[in-house]
T-cell receptor
Framework: NAGVMQNPRHLVRRRGQEARLRCSPM?????VYWYRQLPEEGLKFMVY????????ESGMPKERFSAEFPKEGPSILRIQQVVRGDSAAYFC??????????????FGEGSWLTVV | GENVEQHPSTLSVQEGDSAVIKCTYS??????FPWYKQELGKRPQLIIDIRSNVGEKKDQRIAVTLNKTAKHFSLHITETQPEDSAVYFCAASIAAGKSTFGDGTTLTVKP
């Protein structure tokens, strides 16, 4: 039973380029969450999605960041015109349902973005 | 929104001693409290969790306690081993699944 799959694991981008991070949830999971972890800091919630719906994007920066979870295929976190401050680990997590009380989320291995 | 505070930020213990990490939360509606262990360069891994209808839960050397009235919960690790060295995160969430994390505790177990 494969876990949450993220790719790429490591990504280097020059300032001004675009970064696309992909996440496939665990089998049977329909809820996806993206978290950002700056070096030596905690995990900060960015966005919560279900298939074709953004449920909560309260942690997403207002500009340059977007996320989607299409009917087919992985969830994608897109960062346009990257800046050095975007360098971080981006973790995707999934859960079977967001409606059940006390839902456990499981993390992928993360995508480490470095902006040079 | 929810705010989770975690203490201490760093903790160093001798092998065999106990380690305690404490967290407080602000939203009384939070009802699920997981703890994650993260090793350097790796993903956070769930080690134990507790729900609001339970006051304490144990799993071998790890235990978690919850005081809903005071809005705090704690992680207890007994008989610590060097492989317990890692960063530990607490989190609090309401039913919708979005979790708010503490800033982490770096635990070092000295052999």
């Amino acid at each position: 039973n494969a876990g949450v799959m993220q790719n790429p694991r490591h990504l280097v981008r020059r300032r001004g380029q675009e970064a696309r991070l992909r996440c496939s949830p665990m089998k049977g999971h329909s809820h996806v969450y993206w978290y950002r972890q700056l070096p030596e800091e905690g995990l900060k919630f960015m966005v919560y999605l279900q298939k074709e719906n953004i449920i909560d994007e309260s942690g997403m920066p207002k500009e340059r960041f977007s996320a989607e979870f299409p009917k087919e295929g992985p969830s994608i976190l897109r960062i346009q015109q990257v800046v050095r401050g975007d360098s971080a680990a981006y973790f995707c997590a999934s859960s079977p349902s967001g409606q059940i009380q006390g839902n456990t989320i499981y993390f992928g291995e993360g995508s480490w973005l470095t902006v040079v | 929104g929810e705010n989770v505070e975690q203490h201490p930020s760093t903790l160093s213990v001798q092998e065999g001693d106990s380690a305690v990490i404490k967290c407080t939360y602000s939203d009384s509606a939070s009802n699920y409290f997981p703890w994650y262990k993260q090793e350097l360069g790796k993903r956070p891994q769930l080690i134990i969790d507790i729900r609001s209808n339970v006051g304490e839960k144990k799993d071998q050397r790890i235990a978690v306690t919850l005081n809903k009235t005071a809005k705090h919960f704690s992680l207890h690790i007994t008989e610590t081993q060097p492989e317990d060295s890692a960063v530990y995160f607490c989190a609090a969430s309401i039913a919708a699944g979005k979790s708010t994390f503490g800033d982490g505790t770096t635990l070092t177990v000295k052999p």
